[in-house]
């Protein structure tokens, strides 16, 4: 049985009346993902079909939407589950959230939004801190970290530049390579450690804030969930918006400063804007996006930009 009709199957146990569209989204989610109507409800539905690391990404992502009630953060307010249910034999879980009315801020982004971007963020940050930095796990009430495969916040900071310079230098950016190498080798000790871990979305970004109207109604797709250095985020999410061209950097560190103060910001932004940049970039390689040589170009630019930022000021 298709996994649309066993979901429409199991939803009726839950939802009085119809159950109205069940439409797939094909792009953009860890999870098979329909939307659909009951009783003048906009509603979604996320779905596990595979993969032990999508299992824990769906939990995590449930997590944070059940904690949503608790907060006024604009998250999507989890309606059920999570439920079990099982595709072709195998276990599976889904569950069931508010759908956030608009579109991605990428496709319709409004100056108006700016002050609200910064101080969602440090809303976000605000609902969880943690011994120490780490994949988290969900636990009643919350998340419980547990230590990076690779040791320690910095060594995971430090594998992951790493392994990130050679992805770009395997896909034709050899100069922005070879600058990120050289950068990491002369900054290696230089990643931040005077941090208090909060609650991280980990892809802060223009695909994962819904607007409407000049306003956030939601932000989404919190399957990779962390506990990390809130800094280290915010400095992640300008970056992110200034890869599809959204130059929104100081109004967002001025509005996130608006709701949370962050300590010694200044000192650790440069590492972190060429940290995260080449994180960003690297990570269109693992999707699949194919960027163009034109784009190529550019972001090779914004990184060895960055690049070019500490020497000014570290």
């Known amino acids: 049985m298709e996994v649309r009709t066993k979901l429409r199957n199991e939803l009726r146990k839950h939802f009085e009346g119809d159950i109205s569209g069940l439409e797939p989204v094909e792009s953009g989610f860890t999870h098979e993902t329909f939307f659909f109507s009951n009783a ?28 949503a009630e608790k907060y006024s953060v604009d998250i999507p307010k989890l309606i059920l589950g ?36 910064g101080v969602e963020l440090a809303k976000i940050h605000g609902m969880e801190s943690f011994e120490h930095p780490g994949w988290v796990k969900p636990v009643d009430g919350g998340f419980e970290p547990f230590v990076f495969d690779d040791g320690s916040y910095e060594d995971w900071i430090i594998s992951n530049l790493e392994d990130d310079i050679e992805v770009l230098r395997k896909n034709g950016m050899k100069d922005a390579a070879d600058r990120a190498e ?18 991280c979305h980990n892809d802060y970004s223009p695909d994962n804030i819904i607007t409407k109207n000049g306003e956030i109604t939601g932000v989404i797709d919190f ?59 690297a990570s269109l390689f693992h999707l699949d996006v194919d960027p163009t040589q034109e784009e190529k170009e550019k972001y090779s630019k914004m990184i060895n930009k960055a690049i070019e930022k500490p020497k000014k000021r570290m």
């Open 82 to 117: 999570p439920e079990n249910i099982s595709f072709n034999g195998d276990e599976s879980l889904y569950f069931v959230v508010r759908r956030a009315p608009g579109s991605e801020m990428k496709e319709s982004f409004q100056e108006s939004v700016l002050d609200e971007i």
């Open 182 to 199: 050289l950068f990491v080798r002369e900054n290696k000790d230089n990643v931040p450690t005077d941090f208090e871990p909060v609650l």
């Open 223 to 281: 399957d990779y969930v962390f506990s990390s250095d809130p800094r280290r985020e915010l400095v992640k999410a300008a970056n992110s918006f200034q890869i599809e061209d959204i130059d929104i950097r100081e109004k967002l560190y001025k509005n996130y400063m608006t709701e949370s103060s962050l300590e010694n910001f200044q000192e650790v932004e440069p590492f972190y804007r060429v940290e995260t940049m080449v994180r960003i970039v």
């Open 40 to 67: 003048d409800n906009e509603l979604v539905v996320q779905a596990l079909t595979g993969g032990k690391d999508k299992e824990y990404a769906i939990k995590r992502k449930a997590k944070v939407y059940e904690m």
